[in-house]
């Protein structure tokens, strides 16, 4: 393991990955930054444009914009409590406070440093945890690479977004967009309607840019339109605000948290969990909320701990725990690699390759994050929403067309903007669906497999001891929002009062 | 009799009916429907072809029916989504599509030349100077990159085919 660490760092260091990653980080924190971008959308617009480059310039380019976006959102968050990113909420609890008492540069400073310290301790668990995860599921057969992947499809529906019920129709859908196509058993048509461009079924990355890059534009237009989020002069002033004995204990702990919830397929609750926990162990607990260093230190370093944890997962299993991760194993398959135990054998050198970019990445957030950079990247926050619409729309056009050189992708790009944008209307969570189309082929195949293999008899998928295990968490799993529903539409009784 | 649905004056939907009209309601019917169709797509399919979407269409139409209970039993959760300019979407939403309409015709440089002012107009910025040379520079910019270094053909327009 450690040669192919080794090999790999030497493969991450010449000038062109190098180049990417700093490219990235630039790009990642530009979209942070803006209220209403993201990393998924960051992410889904650069995937069509890293088809040209090779795998590992690619990753590290998109691991650059992932660490870059989770840093970028604490700069409106600090400077005008607006979180960039969702991740970013807590961030704007104790760094806004700051920035109102001037110390807007050392707020932005501890913010970029605790970013770094989550990002590094994350790409080290990636690199030590996922190989010996990636030798557990080499044991797996068909039957339990098809309940694994049912439990990556379940948790992501019950856990991502506050409906169950909708989170299952969303990853429902995403199962159904991946059985068109001709299926690779039979050689038979399904779902084509006669359309010669969808025999080879719906390019993943055609959906992922129509669902997360049409409905966010569309929606900047219904802002308020000419006005820039930002319309003030920032006054920034570097200036360190804080000890290193004031927040070594609390970049540790908020970092185990974050990589122990990056893991977990579906948590999006880390921050709030890893800032509570800093709030509880605090001399200072009344500070949380005015202006506290140790909440702006929790905040920002488990946002950033989550991201290389949450490959794990996906590296090693192939389940996607997150929308982002999701899209990564789409980039990977886009590049003609198949994420699973395998790739840890076949191509050890992109996994710790991409463990290796998450980490200098996470360190280029110190340079690129810091007070001196913030002063130059505080301007994007004067830019019109309005303009960004145009930007985003022909960059998601231009993607989806070299997709496959062809304007048919772009109409079903569209098409599926308007899906996208109809189900955020709705409150459907999108990521199911990515997860669905993702894990669906994957799945019907080993399910197909398996029966051939028992000749037709279903209790393979039940017998099996992992597969029994696989079920009893698919299971506990969906209790959580089955408990939340119940709780939710048959409230208690309250107490009747008898006698007097 | 009392009317246990609501009290709605004489001649207004009760709150029973508004609850039926609801996004929820009307998302879960598209749903069944949609999931309806697919299930009755899978019966032209072979055997083993069809099981899988068999199994996730009948999913698709159960979760829709559960939705669509759920919300006649107990009206739909409180959205916490701010209010929307539909003007502004739909101008949006209008001028992506015409966009992706005029490539064909008029290749991706001169429609992407005309889109973009036109969409930062539409929705209401009208700094020129920032419209113009933004632009410019990132229509131009992405043109030289997918040219250039990706090699990636992009549409050059029907009428400019001609000449």
């Known amino acids: ?500 | 009799m009392t009317d246990t649905r609501g009290n709605a004056p004489p001649g207004q939907p009760s709150p029973a009916s508004l609850r039926l009209l609801s996004g929820d309601a009307l998302a879960a019917v598209g749903v069944f429907v949609f999931g309806a169709t697919a299930f009755f797509m899978t019966s032209d399919f072979s055997g083993q072809t069809r099981i899988f979407p068999q199994i996730v269409s009948g999913m698709m139409m159960f979760c829709a029916a559960l939705l669509f209970l759920r919300t006649l039993r107990f009206g739909q959760k409180p959205q916490v989504r701010p209010a929307v300019n539909k003007m502004a979407l739909g101008r949006s939403i209008a001028a992506t599509l015409g966009y992706v309409a005029l490539i064909v015709p008029l290749g991706f440089l001169a429609a992407s030349l005309i889109y973009m002012p036109l969409a930062a107009y539409l929705v209401g910025v009208r700094n020129h100077l920032l419209i113009w040379s933004m632009t410019i520079l990132f229509v131009g910019g992405i043109y030289l990159l997918f040219t250039g270094p990706f090699h990636t053909p992009i549409p050059r327009g029907l009428i400019f085919q001609l000449f």
């Open chain 1, 1 to 500: 393991m450690f040669e192919h660490i080794f090999e790999a760092f030497l493969l991450v260091i010449q000038p062109e990955v190098l180049l990417a990653m700093v490219l990235g980080t630039v790009m990642g924190i530009l979209l942070g930054a803006l209220p209403g971008l993201s990393a998924t959308l960051g992410i889904a617009l650069a995937i069509p444009f890293s088809y040209a480059l090779s795998p590992l310039v690619a990753l590290a380019l998109l691991a650059g914009i992932h660490n870059g976006a989770s840093q970028g959102g604490a700069f409106p968050a600090i400077l005008l409590r607006i979180p960039g990113t969702p991740g970013a909420i807590c961030t704007s609890f104790d760094g806004y406070p700051l920035a109102q008492r001037g110390k807007a540069g050392g707020a932005m400073n501890l913010a970029a440093m605790s970013s770094a310290v989550g990002g590094t301790i994350s790409a080290i668990a990636l690199m030590l945890l996922a190989p010996p995860l990636a030798q557990v599921a080499l044991a797996f057969g068909p039957p339990e690479i098809f309940w694994v992947n049912i439990f990556g499809i379940a948790a992501i529906a019950a856990l991502l977004g506050d409906d169950f019920l909708k989170g299952v129709i969303a990853a429902c859908f995403g199962l159904l967009l991946s059985a068109i196509g001709i299926d690779n058993v039979t050689g038979q048509e399904r779902f084509t309607f006669d359309l010669m461009q969808l025999s080879s079924g719906i390019p993943i990355l055609v959906v992922m840019v129509g669902v997360f890059s049409f409905p966010p534009a569309w929606e900047l237009a219904t802002r308020s339109m000419n006005q820039a989020a930002g319309g003030e002069t920032f006054k920034i002033v570097s200036e360190k605000i804080w000890k290193l004995s004031q927040v070594w204990r609390i970049w540790l702990k908020s970092s185990f948290i974050g990589i122990i919830i990056g893991i977990l397929p579906g948590s999006a609750i880390g921050s709030f969990i890893a800032y509570n926990e800093a709030r509880r162990s605090s001399k200072n607990p009344d500070e949380f909320g005015k202006g506290s260093i140790e909440g702006l230190a929790a905040a920002e370093s488990v946002n950033n701990a989550d991201n290389a944890a949450a490959m794990i997962p996906t590296l090693t299993l192939g389940v996607p725990g997150s929308a982002i991760a999701a899209l990564m194993l789409g980039a990977l398959l886009i590049h003609g690699l198949q994420p699973g135990p395998q790739l840890f054998r076949d191509a050890p050198q992109i996994v710790f390759g991409y463990a290796w970019a998450m980490l200098i990445t996470s360190l280029l957030l110190i340079p690129l994050g810091g007070a001196v950079a913030s002063r130059l990247f505080a301007h994007v926050l004067r830019i019109p929403p309005g303009l960004l619409l145009p930007i985003i729309v022909v960059t998601a056009v231009l993607g989806s067309f070299a997709s496959q050189n062809a304007m048919f992708t772009v109409y079903l790009a569209a098409l599926f903007g308007l899906i996208g944008l109809m189900m955020e209307r709705l409150n459907f969570p999108l990521a199911p669906v990515i997860i669905g189309l993702v894990l669906g082929a994957k799945a019907e195949f080993s399910l197909r497999i398996s029966l051939m293999m028992s000749g037709g008899d279903a209790t393979v998928l039940f017998t099996r001891p992992i597969c029994i295990v696989m079920i009893c968490l698919t299971l506990l799993l969906l209790s959580i929002p089955a408990r939340r529903a119940l709780r939710l539409y048959w409230p208690k009784r309250p107490a009747t009062t008898t006698g007097g």
